[in-house]
């Protein structure tokens, strides 16, 4: 199953209209409550609950568009957790509750797609700033070092974007996993380890090719990488969820690891 | 996946299990690199090559999720694939795409049946990275072509019954304009001579392909002449982001895991295999998504060249990364552990998996370029 287009078109639109890079500041500054008003009104936060129930009636694949635009738009509030709190029948007062933490494997789910997003969302930052900045005469992006280091960066962005995309469309056609033994466990695995283990060298590439620009508060680079820094660790670090992947590999042998893989 | 995708991924491995029962650690471990032409014409027969070809011209007319299944099951089980391995990935799809009806209907059928190897004709002496300064000139003559100049690097020529050669038919504004491809075939056209060349391990399978005014037909010209670097690009796509860009090392993996099995793996054992797992769950997503775009008829260039990038810098990591996780050095010697043996083949065959389909730097330009940065 793949998203609903409409569905991808409408958040595409109503991201870009609200959260352009010169209102994000702004849009912060105001905890979001704006930003998420405005989706909840659209019913962004119902996707997942059936048409029966007054909701959107839509799957994990439109789930992942929602908070992967999240991630690369760098939005404020916490319309991705109420989304999932809703899917969990949540009413509207406890699923704003944004201090309780979302229940495993979903809550590492979540993350893997919101930090896809950031770091997209660095990568358009990135390559837009360095075929404006100009150094030695010409743009620092005609500098073959530099586009070695953005070629690197988008590859990293797309690989946490196909990591958190396979692991929801798994978790589409087998389920939110209730155990290690569950199909879907270790797409989720692969995604939350490999999304986390990429964090660190997507910020620093990404804040490198700024210079001193990318640290000042000004710039926003903040609204992708301090959330980075934090959902890296949220809902399992990768040396968590690979020591548990590493062992259950282990136990099992290749040939089951493989068959687990390709399910 | 589709019930389909698995169903024939039953088949796969039921097919494999037998096929390979006797074929040993040493081709295995090489895998789409060896060539076995026994081991082709079975698959041939089984109908997994050509898997996504039509069927009027003898192919499967599956999709190409399909075909990915077929090809990351022989990968993972160390299939030697190599003797039909480029026909199948390219040489056959650029034919079906630019081949005459005559060609179709004489050579798919034989690709598909795992009769025929196929090498690929690109680089040159003094144009490795820098494919479009190639200079093997193919001149018209009255009745064909021409061909005078050198390729290097030609994996299988030596084996092979044809090459998918690229040649300078023109002159451009720009350098990779004049450029068109040939099929040529390399058992019944005087003027070529064929020169293995040995690499670190002993091995002969890429060779120096001299032409010396070998003369070509008029139909030897594949698609549009002049116009081989568009095609040479469209092709590069197939070659590039396939499942063997992070697959070549799967046959130490498998050794691997059984070794700290034995042994018993500590914490950090563990968790060094458990990012080996991830990297390739992640890799293989990123493949899949390149083999759908490919189902929808676009022609990911950016994409491949990013899954080539970081696949095959994967797979040169492993031998490493086995390494730290377990303490055995790699032994060549026949009476080594099966898991010494691979970790061997695999320490002197990486170096080679950044370099063959493109280096990693030039696919990170690849990558640039595709960002708007060049
Ligand atoms: C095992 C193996 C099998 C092969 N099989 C085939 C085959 O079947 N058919 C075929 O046509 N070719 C084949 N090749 C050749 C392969 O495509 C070339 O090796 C590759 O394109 C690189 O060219 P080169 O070896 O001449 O290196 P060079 O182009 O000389 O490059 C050397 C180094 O310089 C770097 N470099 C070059 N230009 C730049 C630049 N502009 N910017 C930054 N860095 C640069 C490269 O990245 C590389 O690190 C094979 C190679 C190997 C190793």
Redesign the pocket.
């Known amino acids: 199953m793949r998203a609903d287009p409409l569905l991808v078109e409408t958040v595409e639109r109503m991201f870009a209209e609200n959260l352009a890079p010169e209102n994000l500041s702004e849009a912060h500054r105001s905890g979001g409550a704006g930003f998420t008003a405005l989706a909840r009104e659209m019913g962004l936060d119902m996707v997942l609950v059936p048409q029966e129930q007054g909701g959107y009636g839509g799957g994990w694949p439109d789930a992942f568009v929602i908070a992967e635009a999240c991630g690369r738009y760098a939005a404020p509030g916490a319309l991705p957790e109420i989304m999932i709190r809703r899917w969990l029948g949540h009413g509207a007062d406890r699923a704003e509750d944004g201090a309780s933490p979302l229940p495993m494997p979903a809550g590492a789910l979540l993350r893997s797609a919101q930090m896809a997003g950031a770091a997209q969302g660095l990568v358009e930052r990135t390559a837009a700033y360095c075929s404006e900045r100009r150094q030695f005469g010409r743009p620092i992006a005609k500098f073959?070092a530099v586009q070695?280091q953005m070629a690197e960066l988008a590859g990293y962005a797309g690989c946490m974007q196909a990591a958190s995309q396979q692991a929801f469309a798994a978790v589409q056609e087998h389920g939110m996993p209730e155990s290690e033994e569950s199909v879907a466990w270790l797409a989720i695995a692969v995604a939350k380890c490999r999304c986390s283990e990429l964090v660190h060298p997507v910020t620093q590439i990404a804040h490198g090719v700024h210079g001193a620009i990318g640290f000042t508060e000004e710039m926003g680079l903040q609204y992708f990488s301090l959330p980075l820094w934090r959902w890296r660790a949220e809902y399992g670090r990768d040396a968590d969820w690979a020591e548990a992947v590493g062992r259950r590999a282990i136990a099992a042998g290749p040939g089951a690891t493989w068959a687990a893989l390709t399910r | 996946m589709p019930e389909g995708a698995q169903s024939l991924r039953r088949e796969v491995r039921a097919f494999l299990d037998d096929a390979l029962r006797d074929v040993p650690l040493s081709e295995r471990a090489l895998s789409w690199?060896a060539c076995n032409p026994d081991f082709s014409r079975r698959m041939g027969e089984a109908g997994f090559i050509g898997l996504s070809f039509p069927v009027e011209y003898g192919g499967g007319g599956r999709t190409q999720l399909e075909r990915f299944v077929v090809l990351e099951e022989c990968l993972a089980a160390g299939a030697p694939t190599g003797f039909h391995w480029?026909a199948d990935r390219q040489s056959g799809p650029l034919i079906l795409r630019y081949g005459s009806e005559e060609l179709k209907r004489r050579i798919i059928p034989l690709i598909c049946r795992g009769e025929l190897c196929f090498?690929?004709?690109?680089?040159?002496p003094d144009?490795?990275?820098?494919?479009a300064s190639l200079r093997t000139r193919a001149a018209r003559t009255s009745s064909g072509w021409r061909v005078n100049g050198t390729?290097?690097?030609?994996?299988?020529?030596h084996r092979a019954h044809y090459m998918i050669a690229?040649f300078r038919t023109g002159e451009g504004q720009r350098r990779n304009e004049g450029l068109s491809q040939f099929l040529v075939d390399l058992r019944n056209t005087p003027g070529i001579r064929i020169a293995p060349i040995r690499?670190i391990a002993g091995r002969e399978?890429?060779n120096e392909v001299h032409f010396e005014d070998a003369l070509l037909a008029e139909d030897a010209l594949i698609g549009v002449e002049n116009e081989g670097w568009a095609q040479v690009t469209e092709e590069l796509a197939l070659e590039r982001s396939g499942p063997e860009r992070y697959l070549s090392c799967q046959a130490l993996f498998n050794e691997l895991l059984p070794i700290l099995g034995e042994r018993g793996a500590g914490d950090s054992a563990a968790v060094a295999v458990g990012r080996i797992v991830a990297q390739l769950g992640a890799l293989r997503a990123m493949s899949l998504s390149v083999a759908a775009m490919l189902e929808d008829g676009e022609s990911p260039a950016l994409e491949a060249a990013m899954v080539k990038d970081m696949g095959t810098r994967f797979e040169q990591s492993l031998p490493r990364l086995a390494q730290e996780i377990v303490d055995l050095p790699p032994d060549g010697a026949e009476d080594a552990l099966p898991y010494q043996q691979a970790l061997h083949l695999m320490t002197v065959l990486a170096?080679?998996f950044?370099?063959?389909?493109?280096?990693?730097?030039?696919l990170r330009?690849i990558i640039a370029r595709g960002l708007g940065l060049r």
């Open positions: 073959q070695q | 690199d480029f090498c690929i004709g690109m680089s040159e144009s490795g990275s820098d494919l390729k290097i690097w030609t994996t299988n020529a690229l690499d399978h890429f170096p080679s950044s370099l063959r389909g493109g280096s990693g730097e030039i330009g």
